[in-house]
């Protein structure tokens, strides 16, 4: 394993520990509404504060970006950038539902290198990186290989924050619907990434994510084989927060569905 990994995977852990300890008395949490359907609790920065701290001991010169502290003390000229989700699935985090991951991933000089997400209630670890292949608790991932839409089972998450795009989200969904075997809204889009990575669901898409919710996924995925894309099959996705991932025959099928439904309002 690359050592920026394994020190990746340390953090993870780490993190692990304090939000399993929290999830055995959930109803005491502090949660801080951030906006509307958007909360963070003080589990979502402890975890933080205990990756941060690993990171920096191993890599005290590398760039960072995560959710609860931004653009966190920041060298300005490395070529390297941890971008992090300490919790990703707050929303079921704090509702009891073991559906929530921690999400990091190494870029260089933009490209994203090395991948982990970490499942604290199946103690599922998922890795990957860059020409080095996906592995789930150290064993060999590929994505499925299912190529017919109509068999397929596909993942999205609901847009609750800004519902600019909504109409052209449930355009979609109807669609996406009609042709599946069926449609999953788990609650954490690492953790769905990582589960197209490993063939549990066969595509995935969503609109406006945070590239500490894709970083990590989006590589696991790439090195299981798979592919993703923005909502044109560009590699934009980071910048535009839209997504589309999936074993490479569904991935080109949910693209023929998503792509003619964008708009000036909903771009790539
Ligand atoms: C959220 C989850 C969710 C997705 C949201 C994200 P958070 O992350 O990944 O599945 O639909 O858009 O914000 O806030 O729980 O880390
Ligand atoms: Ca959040
Ligand atoms: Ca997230
Ligand atoms: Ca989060």
Same mark, same amino acid.
Request: hydrophobic share 40%; charged share 20%; with cysteine.
């Given at each position: ?6 020190? $990746?995977?340390?953090? $993870? ?42 990171? @920096? ?14 653009? $966190?003390? +920041?060298?300005?000229?490395? %070529? ?9 699935? &707050? +929303?079921n985090f704090i509702h009891g539902m073991p ?26 670890? #998922? ?7 996906a592995y789930l608790n150290e064993k060999r ?5 299912? &190529?017919?839409?109509? %068999? ?8 609750? !924050?800004? #519902? ?12 996406? =619907?009609?042709?599946? =075997?069926?449609? !999953? !809204?788990?609650?954490? =889009? ?9 063939? @549990?669901?066969?595509? #995935?898409? /969503? ?10 996924? &989006?590589?696991?995925? +790439? /090195?299981?084989?798979?592919l993703v894309g923005d909502l044109s099959g %560009? ?15 569904? #991935? ?10 964008? &708009?000036?309002?909903?771009? =790539?």
């Amino acid at each position: 394993m690359h050592p920026t990994l394994n020190i $990746a995977v340390k953090a $993870a852990r780490r993190a692990g520990q304090i939000i399993n300890r929290a999830s055995m008395d959930v109803d005491k949490l502090r949660i801080d509404v951030k906006q509307q359907s958007d909360y963070v609790t003080e589990v979502d920065r402890a975890a933080e504060a205990a990756i941060l701290d690993v990171l @920096r001991e191993a890599y005290p010169a590398y760039g960072i970006l995560a959710e609860e502290s931004g653009l $966190a003390g +920041t060298s300005p000229d490395s %070529e390297y950038q941890w971008i992090i989700d300490p919790l990703d699935g &707050t +929303t079921n985090f704090i509702h009891g539902m073991p559906q929530y991951a921690i999400s990091i991933g190494l870029a260089h000089k933009g490209v994203m290198t090395q991948a982990v997400v970490y499942d604290p209630n199946r103690n599922e670890i #998922f890795t990957a990186s860059k020409g080095g292949g996906a592995y789930l608790n150290e064993k060999r991932i590929r994505v499925a290989k299912r &190529t017919k839409l109509d %068999e397929a089972l596909i993942g999205t998450g609901f847009p609750y !924050r800004m #519902f600019d795009h909504i109409d052209a989200y449930l355009a979609i969904f109807r669609e996406v =619907a009609q042709k599946t =075997a069926g449609m !999953r !809204r788990p609650g954490a =889009a690492s953790l769905d990434l990582a589960w197209v990575a490993c063939g @549990r669901m066969d595509g #995935f898409w /969503e609109l406006g994510l945070s590239p500490w919710d894709m970083a990590a996924g &989006t590589l696991l995925i +790439t /090195e299981a084989g798979g592919l993703v894309g923005d909502l044109s099959g %560009e590699a934009n996705y980071m910048q535009t927060g839209n997504i589309v991932g999936g074993n490479p025959k569904i #991935f080109s099928q949910l693209l023929q569905i998503i792509a003619p439904h964008r &708009t000036a309002k909903l771009p =790539a």
